[in-house]
Every structure is written in C-alpha cells, then in structure tokens.
C-alpha cells in the first residue's frame, strides 16, 4: 500500500482571483466536477468575501450550494472574517478555511486589520462553529505570506509557528501554511514546516505554495520531508492574492500529482484526466498566462500506471 498524499484544488477560488474573466457559475461547477471526476475530492471551490471586493465571487452562494450536492465532493470555501464564516455555516459547507496573514502589513492590506484582530475573530467564528447544531463544520486555518511578504519582507517563523499553534487551541480542524507570494525555498520550507508539524502535530497540516519563483515543487518536497502529506494547487498554475503586489499563480494541480506519483506517494488521481479539464478552462479563460509542464510535454513513458479513479 502506497502513502497517500492529498492534494486539494484551489482553482476555483485563488485561481480565479485575479483573472479577467467572470467565469460563469455553470462552469465554475462543471471545473469541480470535472476535478471530481479526475479523482480529487476536495477542492476550495469559492471565497466567501464582499463582492465590490472581488467580483469573481459575486455567485459564491450559488456556487458552494451546487458544489455541496455533488456526490462524492469535499467542498471547502475560504472566508476573511466571521460574516464570511456564516455564509458557508448557513450553507452547511464541509470546511470553511480562514485567512490571517502572519505579515502584520499583508493582512492591513488583504483584510483591513492587525494580525491580532483577525486571531480573536477567529476565535468567535469557532464559537459560532461550535454552537452551531447539526453536522460538526471543520475549520481550517490558513496562514497567509508564512514565507514572507512582498510588503513587509521577512516573516519571523517563530510568530507563524505561534499563530499555527494558537489557530489550534482556538479549534482549527487543520492549518494551512502559505507562501502568498513566492518567497519560500526548500530550506526554509523544510525547517518552518518541521517546527509547525512539531508544535501541532496532532492536526493535519497543508502547505500552499505558489511558484512565483519556481521554486513551487522543490518546496513540496521539502514539506514532504517535514512530514507534510496535503498540499493546495490550481489547474494550469492559475492563481495569486490581489492584495499581494507580485503575487503569481500557483503550484500546478497536474505537475503536483504527476510529482507525488513519481514518488511513490498515492494521491488517487488520474492526471490524463486533469490535462483534459485543463484544456477546457483554457478555453474558458481566454489572455490568461497558464503553466506547468506535463501539459505541455505530456507524461512520460515511464509514469507509474496512473490511479485508478472510481468516481
Ligand atoms: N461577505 C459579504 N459581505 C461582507 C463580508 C463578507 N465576508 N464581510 C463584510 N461584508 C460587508 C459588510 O456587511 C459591510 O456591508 P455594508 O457596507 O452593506 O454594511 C461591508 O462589507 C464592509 O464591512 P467591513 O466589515 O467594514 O469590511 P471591510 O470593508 O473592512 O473589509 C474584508 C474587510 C475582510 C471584508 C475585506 O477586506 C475582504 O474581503 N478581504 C479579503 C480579500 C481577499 O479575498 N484576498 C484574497 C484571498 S487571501
Ligand atoms: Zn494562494
């Protein structure tokens, strides 16, 4: 039996941040399940934020309900605050993933507030949470610019260790460690991930990286050795945070399996699959910058025979 690696797409949400495109919601749908259909069953498939704020998510609502009754799916949706928390509450989303940055000066500027007022938010979003009857909603915890920040630079460790720590005792189900803007590289990676998965080591921790400095695999790998196994990704390398200057897309869903694959690590999903709904959001998409690699040169002959999808 292979290790399993999880990987969640985060297309829908921080691939479609900064895109030109609205993307219609009929198709927003049709990306979930065709990524369904590819074999991954959680996908980040909306942001629960003001819609002057980013207008590609003016349909969110709709958007995670027909997401929710996908059979089979795991959907989760990210949220900036308490009111956004609610949203995806009233909706019975499966996983609602908040945001805080650990650069006091990226979170002024992604969510109008001290790192600090964002924690105790976080705080009242799990009371609410827990108060709430019926199915138990897991709360995961995203740490944005971990790595650093283009606004502020260097992000010391110890405070992104800290907030991980205290994401946890407040009631995150998992944390989500972030490089916003690209500033991570394996050695950093691989010494901040050691010290969170030591500091919490009882709650499942994901790392989301995006490749601005194509850096983005090395650092998966690295994660890997600090004994990370869940890691976010976008379709076609799409992706980056409006409220981070020089923010680009991030790691690439088909690279990303491709690599876990070549490693021995079971991530059940077909990327065959994934190069042909990647094909169709290009077409979707049109003036956008894609990447990665194994759309482009196709899988080797070499590749270990690829999962088998049941779905
Ligand atoms: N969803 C919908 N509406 C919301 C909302 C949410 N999550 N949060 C706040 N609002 C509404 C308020 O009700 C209020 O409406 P009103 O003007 O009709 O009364 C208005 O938005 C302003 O609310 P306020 O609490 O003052 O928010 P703000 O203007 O200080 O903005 C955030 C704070 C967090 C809502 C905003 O900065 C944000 O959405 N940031 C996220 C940015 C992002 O998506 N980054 C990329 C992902 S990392
Ligand atoms: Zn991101």
Redesign the pocket.
Known sequence: MRERAHVREVGPR?GL?MVKTILPSARKLAWCRGALEAGIRDIEVT????????PQFTDAEEVARGAVAMQGLRPSV????L??AE?GFALDVPQVNY?LSASEAHNLA????STEESLEDFARIAAVRDQRPGVRIALGG?I?TAFGCTIAGAVSEARVVEIAARLVEMGADEIIVAD?VGYGDPGQVRRLMKAVVAAIGHVPVACHFHDTRGLGLANVTAALEAGVRAFDASLAGLGG???APGATGNIDTEDTVFMLEQLGFDTGVDVEKLIDLRREVENWLPGERFSGAIARAGLPKTYRPRAKVSA
């Open positions: 921080d941040q942001s629960f934020v003001p819609p002057k704020v980013v990210l949220v900036p605050n009111k956004g949203r945001v992604n969510v109008r507030r995203g944005a916003t945070c409006p409220f």
